[in-house]
């Protein structure tokens, strides 16, 4: 069980192309999931928390315009690249926990297989 | 934010050796996780664990929480356990995982 399903599993587009990754709880419901970014022989850095039905919440020095967030079910968030560039390129991943109606902090988080986007 | 340390960074291995993974973090914590990294980039999620020990097959871990810090244990490596093996922590009254740099293993045939 708890199973996160991301798809595309790999990008490539060119420059000025917007791109969109959805993530998705196949068993499971999901109040708030998460998007993470990692570039090459580095760690996942988290980019922004996505909540269900209101606004996401952006970590610092991510551009919000950049990378636009929307979770519209208790299973399904999007992240879209906008007006991608060659730095925008980096191995993207979501996660989500179980729960509804709030975060249930003493979950463990599940992890999408990642996408790979390559910007031209 | 909580910091998150991991060592070694760097680790080779024979086959059939048994290895120690540590992951020291700089706040009392309500998650904490344990993750393999494959050459494809996927995250197999190997423990969670924010106190205690568990054990699968030929991995386990220990958190003592009350000292900050956790260990994964490998024994009797294999080839496949090649990989990245990060350590990632969610600190009281936040939902949020910190990763770790990550330890990178090798294991050699």
């Known amino acids: 069980g708890a199973v996160v399903s991301q798809h595309p599993s790999w990008v490539i587009c060119k420059s000025g192309t917007s791109v969109k990754i959805e993530c998705r709880s196949l068993d499971f419901q999901a109040t708030t999931m998460f998007w993470y970014r990692q570039f090459p022989k580095q760690s996942l850095m988290l980019m922004a928390t996505?909540?269900?039905?209101?606004?996401?919440?952006?970590e610092q020095g991510v551009e919000k315009d950049k990378f636009l967030i929307n979770h519209a079910s208790l299973t399904l968030s999007t992240l879209t690249v906008t007006s991608a560039h060659p730095e925008d390129s980096s191995f993207y991943i979501c996660?989500?926990?179980?729960?509804?109606?709030?975060?249930?902090?003493?979950?463990?988080?599940?992890f999408g297989d990642g996408t790979r986007l390559s910007i031209l | 934010g909580i910091q998150v340390e991991q060592s070694p960074p760097d680790l080779i291995l024979q086959e059939g050796a048994n290895s120690t993974l540590r992951c020291n973090f700089s706040d009392s914590v309500n998650n904490l996780q344990w993750f393999h990294q494959n050459p494809w980039g996927q995250l197999i999620n190997l423990f969670y664990?924010?106190?205690g020990t568990k054990q699968n097959g030929r991995l386990s871990a220990t958190t003592v929480a009350t000292e900050r810090y956790s260990l994964l244990y490998i024994s009797s490596s294999q080839t496949t356990d090649s990989g990245v093996y990060f350590c990632a922590v969610g600190p009281l009254g936040d939902y949020k995982l910190s990763f770790g740099a990550g330890t990178t293993v090798t294991v050699r045939a």
């Open positions: 664990i924010p106190s």
């Open positions: 996660s989500a926990s179980p729960g509804t109606g709030g975060i249930v902090s003493n979950q463990p988080q599940h």
């Open positions: 996505s909540n269900e039905g209101s606004k996401a919440t952006y």
